[in-house]
């Protein structure tokens, strides 16, 4: 175990360095400096040439690419991963801001998503074929059809213009339209109303694909002789379908939410830049807008660590669930 | 068929239908049906074996499990030790189940990978509350124990066994039920020739021990000849011949029965074989042909065999679905072996066969190897195909 657990790290850090370097090799390759978008056309806020020259070298903008990421990787080496150019902060403390708004959208989301999906999927399997189960298959696969930035516009038109001024109201974006020092009870009522929207945003798609994705796993289980083995002792269906079948579709749906782990403090770019949601997605959106390189490669390091930590978690929750596996 | 020692049969199979409806297009209308099982008889006494034989497609297994109510019968009545199986439901199925077991062809799926060999086993006990935990320990102890596995073996799973090892637990499972029926799907064509021998074996034992009666469903005629007190032959969904293991091995009457008699390799070399070789391939159980069914590919059809379908001809308890036989008997005076050795010859007489001389090397090879080639559906694929 714990040579493989040396090799998986080994092999990690590798992964990260090409992807990290691959990365910051495209955002220094896009056109523009954080100095230039930032300042944009305006010629009231023209830089004179001398002073445009000394920002490039205190942003080290002077340098080729290579070297840039040199420094970069040496002061993430000593655990510094720089200060955000654009926003005068350090990217560390850049997430520490965002990460909360983000993983209570995801988190919740996630949440729902396993809970509705695996009963959606179980019933969808036991009563294959059925007119109810195909009237609700029909329906996800329309869910899952529609792009989520039309639902949310959508829904935003539904419950923030149509239904104004009636209890069915909800915000159109933000996360609180209270002040800070409003009593924390009303804070949190006010911070659920406006993460329906996003939440449900977030949910549905997943919701879809997850439902049909354990459907498919258990048509394939249902099939296998130990199935008939189970009916043939007298176990009931509700039985054999929960203890023989679905246990032994755990493995892939394990693959699947070790994939979803990066999702849930990556947050949705899509979804909280439309709903304007102070999470990672936006943060990480508004970053590359600004050309503000080091909260690019912050965030990107983040996003890969987490993708890599949920294979590995995948990987070792595979001997949990199927005696068969060894990670050795 | 009849039950000669006037004690009732333990199974009672009439006019067995098991159709899978076929379904096309956006609607999934049910445009036909694949026949199965289409109209089986059968008659089991306690204690004794039936062999079910016949090709792949036959339908053979489909009738083990529609006695099990594993796929549900279109139509028909099956009766198990006087219970009506058929119009059982919930509990009293479930009670039903308890008595009547299976054992599956692949031991390597019939058994649940996630669950140790102790969950395999336990399961059953629990769900038909046989005895409290200490009871069930020493159940299936004892069952281990007579399937000839280590009591150690509870506590590991079954990807950690051989093929043979799986196929003892299989057995296992279903005798720590205590049953009095067991269909036997198969269960030594998965396994190794070395390892058939000693599982056929196993099965002959626990008979003897718990006065088991078994439906053994096999496409290897060696193997069902070995273990069965009678045989019924199957052709596409349908029994076509009946009898004692002895009548049908001594005096076979269907030409589909010769058929496959001819394909088993024999030991001794230097008897005299007619290898009956059938043309065709086994038409299609969505669309049966009219009359006898065995017509098409039948080397003695004759008009009538396309259009009526043969009701069965009884002699002392050897049925035959076939009008060719039917006549011979008749004019046998109901002597079995002469009918029998007439349509031989008569087989023999028709186009589509080879002599025993054509095929050396099959005559000639040893035991060990004539029956893995029945293990491997070489032989079936022979009859289908026609000539070595």
């Known amino acids: ?328 | 068929m009849t039950t000669r020692n006037g004690e009732p049969p333990i199974l009672e199979v009439r006019g067995l239908e098991t159709h899978f409806p076929i379904r096309r297009g956006l609607l999934r209308r049910t445009v036909g049906a694949v026949r199965a099982v289409d109209g089986v008889n059968l008659d089991l006494r306690r204690g004794r074996t039936l062999g079910i034989v016949g090709e792949s497609g036959c339908g053979k297994t489909t009738v083990g499990r529609s006695i099990l109510r594993l796929v549900e019968p279109t139509a028909g009545t099956i009766r198990f030790a006087g219970e009506d199986v058929l119009a059982t439901n919930g509990a009293a199925l479930r009670r039903l189940r308890r008595r009547m077991q299976i054992v599956f062809q692949d031991p390597y799926g019939s058994l649940n990978p996630r669950l140790t060999v102790r969950a395999i086993l336990e399961e059953g006990l629990v769900i038909h509350g046989l005895g409290d935990a200490a009871a069930r320990a020493e159940r299936m102890r004892s069952a281990l124990d007579r399937t000839g596995m280590p009591a150690a073996s509870l506590e590991r799973y079954p990807h950690e066994f051989s093929g043979g090892q799986r196929q003892r637990i299989a057995i296992a499972r279903a005798l720590v039920l205590e049953p009095e029926f067991v269909v036997l799907d198969e269960p030594v064509s998965a396994l190794d020739v070395s390892i058939q021998a000693q599982v056929i074996n196993l099965l002959v034992e626990l008979r003897e021990q718990f006065g088991l009666t078994y439906l053994f469903i096999s496409h290897d005629l060696s193997v069902v000849e070995h273990i069965a007190d009678e045989v019924a032959v199957m052709y596409l969904g349908r029994v076509v011949e009946h009898g004692s293991t002895d009548q049908l091995a001594r005096a076979p009457l269907h030409p589909y029965t010769h058929a496959l008699f001819s394909a088993v390799p024999h030991v001794d070399p230097t008897r005299r074989r007619r290898r009956i070789v059938l043309v065709g391939d086994v038409p299609s159980p969505s669309h049966p042909p009219a009359g006898c069914r065995f017509h098409p590919r039948c080397p003695l059809a004759e008009p009538a065999c396309r259009t009526i379908d043969p009701p069965a001809t009884d002699l002392d308890g050897h049925v035959v679905h076939c009008h060719v036989a039917a006549r011979l008997l008749e004019q046998c005076d109901g002597d079995g072996a002469r009918a029998a050795a007439r349509m031989a010859e008569a087989m023999a007489g028709m186009a589509g066969m080879t002599a025993a001389g054509a095929a050396p090397a099959q005559d000639a090879a040893p035991a060990g190897l004539a029956i893995q080639q029945a293990g491997s559906h070489a032989r079936e694929g022979e009859l289908r195909r026609g000539g070595s």
């Open chain 1, 1 to 328: 175990m714990a040579t493989y657990l040396l090799r998986r790290v080994l092999l990690g850090v590798l992964t990260l360095l090409v992807i990290t370097c691959f990365v910051y090799g495209l955002a220094r390759a896009m056109p523009g400096t954080p100095l230039t978008v930032q300042l944009g056309e305006d010629p009231s806020r023209k830089l004179n040439p001398e002073d445009q020259e000394r920002l490039r070298r205190i942003y080290g903008l002077d340098k080729p690419w290579y070297m840039g990421y040199a420094q970069w990787l040496g002061n993430v080496v000593r655990g510094d991963l720089g200060r955000s150019i654009t926003r005068k902060q350090p990217v560390t403390s850049l997430i520490a801001e965002r990460i909360g708004p983000t993983f209570l959208v995801s988190g919740t989301a996630l949440v729902l998503i396993w809970l509705l999906a695996i009963p959606l999927g179980l019933y969808a399997s036991a009563r294959s074929g059925h007119a109810d189960e195909r009237t609700t298959s029909l329906l996800l696969y329309v869910l899952y059809s529609f792009p989520t930035f039309v639902a949310a516009l959508f829904l935003q038109v539904i419950f923030s213009v149509w239904l104004r001024g009636t209890p069915w109201e909800l915000p159109l974006f933000g996360m609180t339209d209270l002040p800070a020092d409003a009593p924390w009870p009303a804070r949190w009522a006010d911070v659920a109303r406006h993460m329906i929207l996003p939440v449900t945003c977030q949910t549905y798609v997943a919701l879809a694909y997850d439902s049909r994705f354990i459907k498919a796993n258990m048509e394939e289980v249902l099939r296998q002789d130990y199935i008939r083995t189970a009916r043939a002792k007298g176990v009931g269906p509700w039985r054999v379908l929960v203890r023989h079948a679905f246990r032994n579709t755990l493995i892939p749906l394990v693959t699947l939410l070790g994939l979803s782990l990066p999702a849930l403090v990556g947050g949705s770019v899509i979804i909280e830049q439309i709903f304007t949601w102070p999470g990672m997605g936006r943060l990480f959106f508004e970053s590359i807008r600004e050309r503000d390189y080091p909260t690019i490669m912050g965030l990107t390091l983040m996003f890969s660590v987490l993708t890599l930590l949920g294979q590995l978690l995948a990987d070792v929750l595979y001997c949990a669930v199927d005696p068969r596996v060894s990670v050795e």
